[in-house]
């Protein structure tokens, strides 16, 4: 019953932007820390952003001043504004939600971002 389900990833040229949706069901969605992650051809996964059921948020370096995360916890959903896209920004984009005490962790099917001119 537990689901998360990603949507926005698209085809979109240097400098452009996206917004990422994560729709979650089937668990109490302001109890977890949520995060997205990426994962490009021939990479690990790397975290992008995460933010606390509070607000709290963080990001990777690369992140820092072009992606936004935000959460709604009244419709359950996650979201990451992107901007400024870089080719190097093209990955797999995944949701993921972590209990901040049992540290028990679900993932999202993921969507596809692909930066090209």
């Known amino acids: 019953q537990v689901q998360l389900v990603e949507s926005g990833g698209a085809l979109v040229q240097p400098g452009g932007s996206l917004r990422l949706s994560c729709a979650a069901s089937?668990?109490?969605?302001?109890?977890?820390?949520m995060s997205w992650h990426r994962q490009a051809p021939g990479k690990e996964r790397e975290l992008v952003a995460s933010?606390?059921?509070?607000?709290?948020?963080n990001y990777a370096d690369s992140a820092k001043g072009r992606f936004t995360i935000s959460r709604d916890n009244a419709k359950k959903m996650v979201y990451l504004q992107m901007n400024s896209l870089k080719p190097e920004d093209t990955a797999v984009y995944y949701c993921?939600?972590?209990?901040?005490?049992?540290?028990?962790?679900?993932w999202g099917q993921g969507t596809q971002v692909t930066v090209s001119s």
């Open positions: 993921e939600a972590a209990h901040p005490v049992i540290k028990y962790t679900y």
């Open positions: 933010i606390t059921s509070s607000g709290s948020t």
């Open positions: 089937g668990f109490t969605f302001s109890s977890y820390v």
